[in-house]
């Protein structure tokens, strides 16, 4: 059996919750047991009105699953997980396990030391071209995790946009998706989560990014309308299958994706509006191809984005006592 100081796994869950959630809703919970970490799904978080198939709720614990396994490699241990374990327990997405030590390499050590440093950046980015080197290394962290990473062509970044704006519009006009989005964007004292006024940026003047308008539902008197990149850079991360491993593999390309893009001192903003939409995502999906797309990412180099809470460890993690 592998022995672990006893703080090394609440360190990496504590660094596993800082992984992107859909609303900020950090719909996980961890418990250790011995040399084990389980990551579940709480379902009481995810967004009924939003998300009913859970399949964000499954990519934000992905992204947390992805952290936990780079937090450990960079602490020196090696792990090996296995998802959903219990078929009669589908909350338990996966069981990771230490399976022994080896020093992190450069590269591990740079990778984890951006998980801190990712924040989701709704601001204007500058007009400077994303390099085709940085691209090709983030096409290739999307196929470690055996997802796929396409930046659009200018005709089909035009198309994404077009569809992100009739999905925000279509959605702006649910009753339930406001009530919901309100309830995340509401008052903060005492609040742990959700997304706060820092974090929602500015308008876009011309209303062309379908960057999600977290300031609809409470009033922000002091945002600014600000205009935005003509040509914005946007990528599809899109899987080879689409039930719940597979969402759960694209969260942890996707947090791949984002922490390279941060080592590397791109901007990124997940934009899932369009694929909140079944009959839009449709569109954006080639299942004759064996792609689903699972997320759209925009990236850019733009002014520094704010950090948004996180619970206490102490409300996620259950520490089992051997
Ligand atoms: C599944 C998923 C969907 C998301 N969709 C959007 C989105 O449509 N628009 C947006 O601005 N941010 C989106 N985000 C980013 C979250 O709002 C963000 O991760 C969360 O508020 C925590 O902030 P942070 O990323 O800065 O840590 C999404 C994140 C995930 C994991």
């Known amino acids: 059996m592998t022995t672990v100081d006893s703080s090394v796994l609440p360190r990496c869950v504590q660094a596993a919750t800082l992984a992107p959630s859909l609303h900020n809703s950090q719909p996980w919970r961890f418990r250790i047991d011995g040399g084990a970490v389980r990551v579940y799904a709480d379902a009481g978080r995810r967004l009924d009105a939003l998300d ?18 780079l937090a450990l490699r960079s602490r020196g241990w090696t792990s090996a997980h296995v998802l959903f374990p219990e078929p009669d327990s589908p909350e338990l997405v996966a069981r990771v396990e230490l399976t022994g030590r080896a020093a992190p390499s450069e590269a591990v050590a740079a990778l984890a030391a951006a998980i801190p440093l990712r924040h989701t950046n709704r601001r204007p980015f500058t007009a400077a071209v994303v390099p085709a080197d940085a691209t090709e290394e983030l096409t290739r962290a ?42 995340w964007t509401g008052p903060r004292k005492g609040r742990h989560d959700g997304i706060p006024p820092t974090a929602i940026g500015p308008w876009d003047a011309l209303e062309r990014l379908p960057i999600r308008d977290f300031g609809l539902m409470h009033t922000q008197p002091w945002r600014t309308s600000e205009r935005f990149e003509a040509h914005p850079t946007i990528a599809v991360l899109a899987t080879r299958g689409d039930d719940p491993p597979h969402w759960v593999l694209a969260g942890q390309a996707l947090q791949h994706v984002l922490l390279v893009a941060t080592r590397l001192g791109l901007a990124t903003t997940p934009i899932s509006q369009p694929l909140e939409i079944p009959e839009i995502r449709r569109l954006l999906t080639d299942t004759t191809a064996g792609r689903w797309a699972q997320m759209i990412i925009r990236l850019g180099y733009g002014p520094p984005a704010a950090a948004t809470p996180r619970r206490p460890l102490a409300e996620v993690l259950r520490v089992d006592t051997p």
């Open 52 to 69: 009913p198939s859970g399949r964000e709720l499954l990519i934000s614990v992905g992204a947390a699953l992805f952290t936990l396994r």
């Open 142 to 183: 999307a196929a470690d995790e055996g997802a796929t990473f396409t930046i659009a062509g200018a005709a089909s970044r035009n198309a994404i946009l077009g569809l992100g704006q009739v999905a925000e519009l279509r959605l702006r006009a649910d009753g339930g998706y406001r009530a919901e989005l309100g309830r």
